[in-house]
């Protein structure tokens, strides 16, 4: 396949890149090899570890492999991914109508079976390794034959959109051109397999301002004297409920904002140290290999031997050296600090990358931590946390709410009442026993009302979020009716089995008293 990285950009036509992402896509490259793991950064060779003087590739391919690159930046990202989406994305309509009519389209957001959630952690784990990524929503082709044409989501990686423009109307920035590269995979030419082939895609504004698609491919030079040649191969204008859209539905989402312009990735730093503590283990390992196991030596014997070959000395408790008078035996040992350095080194760097982002590297403390000293040590980590939950929020509201206008879910595609959000609930917090029964007595005293009772348990994780506050007070209204019911049951069988012993304790206190049951009832009779 085709790496991106390796794309020869013509500077020719709509293959032109921006100014800024040919050294971009070298900071990107190193973001997207680290996270690969060891085998990527080791297959980089002297990219990312550097030969040795006079080393033969023989040594420096054992140099290499003895450094072990650890994973700690894969594993935060994994960390951070799970604790921004430990929730699915909030959606948020006008309606429960709405709500229903929406959720056909979120369900399969990328016309990919792809929905909002595994959308909202593609777009989260872009933002989190390079910083940046875009999105086009987009419609079938009307030749596409389709039973149900949907419009639908696409993302594009940073290395994808090469090329952007702007221009200003009342001072307010307007994207009017995009430049994508894609990469298909088309049938081979044999019939076997597939064969890859580039194009250009120019999301473009035309000169009366309407919205309109390009398709371009790239014709290689012949030869080094002969420039690079591009031509134009489709031209689509998409309409927007029959009508040109006026602006290109093409939305960046970086980690701190969504306009076009490029940023440094958030978990830069930690890659850099992450990399520094490869070479610091390739050193370590390296000399650890070449001193740690004791050398002989031996000073005073005759190395000359049978036709000027040294004699071999092989060491083993079975074997036994012959030495002449005054020969000598030491064992070569390494005695020093020099590897304690290197050692001292990675702890420095764990503990760096475990402070850039690592937290899951921290040793436990065993000290127990506050509430407000632990609130205070990750607030720094919750707030780019929100930052970047709040940027992927605004570009799903946004992506959205187009799908919804063009599918005739909504009427305005700037509808307010229709958003997007991340969950901010990044660690498990379930309520303890004691703070649930605090609640409800707080609730049936009268100091809590029932919607605020039930957003403290949702919150807290005693109720499932996916119950609305309509079902859970049905389902409390019935439960309440059904236990009235039920003590009103144990009420009527509670009176029964009274008069019974009562009945009971009147015939044991005549059999007692030696009275006849007959001249208690003749007595009564009597009376009568």
Not at 90 to 95: K, N
Not at 185 to 196: D, I, T, Y
Request: proline residues 6%.
């Amino acid at each position: 396949m085709i790496d991106l990285f390796n794309l020869p950009y013509w500077p020719v036509g709509p293959a032109n890149p921006h100014n800024f992402i040919v050294r971009w896509r070298t900071i990107w490259k190193k973001c997207r090899d680290v996270i690969a793991g060891e085998e990527q950064i080791k297959d980089a060779g002297e990219q990312y570890l550097t030969k040795m003087v006079r080393m033969s590739d023989s040594e420096y391919e054992a140099y290499k492999h003895r450094a072990l690159f650890y994973g700690a930046s894969s594993r935060t990202i994994q960390g951070l991914l799970g604790s921004l989406l430990r929730k699915p994305p909030i959606v948020h309509t006008a309606s429960p109508a709405v709500d229903a009519k929406l959720d056909k389209y979120l369900q399969n957001i990328t016309q990919t079976r792809v929905d909002l959630a595994g959308f909202a952690r593609d777009l989260v784990q872009e933002v989190l390794t390079v910083g940046r990524v875009g999105v086009l929503v987009d419609m079938p082709p009307e030749d596409a034959n389709l039973l149900d044409p949907t419009p639908y989501a696409r993302m594009y990686t940073a290395e994808n959109v090469i090329n952007w423009r702007e221009h200003f109307e009342g001072g307010v920035p307007v994207l009017d051109e995009v430049v994508l590269v894609e990469i298909l995979a088309l049938p081979s030419a044999n019939g076997f397999g597939v064969e890859f082939i580039i194009q250009y895609r120019e999301l473009v504004l035309n000169e009366d301002g309407s919205y309109v698609q390009r398709l371009w491919v790239i014709d290689p030079p012949a030869d080094e004297d002969h420039p690079a040649t591009y031509r134009m191969v489709d031209e689509i204008m998409p309409l927007y409920r029959g009508q040109p859209l006026k602006h290109l539905p093409f939305f960046f989402c970086n980690s701190s904002h969504t306009r076009p312009d490029i940023e440094k990735p958030p978990l830069l730093d930690l890659f850099n140290v992450n990399l520094s503590h490869y070479r610091s283990s390739a050193d370590l390992e390296h000399g650890r290999h070449f001193t740690a196991i004791p050398t002989p030596v031996v000073a005073g014997v005759d190395t000359s031997g049978e036709d000027g070959v040294p004699p071999s000395l092989e060491i083993g408790s079975a074997t036994a050296w012959m030495l002449p008078f005054g020969a000598t035996a030491h064992m070569l040992e390494f005695n020093g600090q020099g590897l304690k350095h290197l050692e001292n080194a990675l702890d420095e760097k764990m503990a760096l990358m475990a402070s850039l982002g690592a937290r899951m590297l921290e040793p436990d403390k065993r000290a127990s931590e506050t509430a407000e000293a632990l609130r205070l040590r990750q607030a720094g980590d919750i707030a780019n946390l929100n930052t970047i939950a709040d940027i992927v929020g605004e570009t799903l509201t946004q992506v959205v709410r187009v799908i919804a206008w063009w599918s005739y879910v909504i009427d305005d595609p700037e509808d307010k009442t229709m958003y997007i959000e991340l969950d901010k609930d990044y660690f498990e917090s379930r309520l303890s026993p004691s703070m649930l029964a605090a609640l409800v007595q707080a609730w049936q005293s009268g100091a809590l009302g029932f919607s605020d009772l039930y957003t403290q348990l949702v919150r807290g994780e005693a109720i499932d979020d996916s119950r609305t506050l309509e079902q859970v007070k049905a389902e409390v209204t019935a439960e309440v009716k059904l236990r009235q019911e039920a003590f009103a049951a144990a009420q009527g069988t509670q009176k029964m089995v009274a008069g019974a012993n009562s009945l009971v304790t009147d015939k044991l206190s005549v059999l007692s008293t030696g009275t006849k049951e007959g001249d208690i009832e003749g007595t009564g009779r009597g009376a009568q």
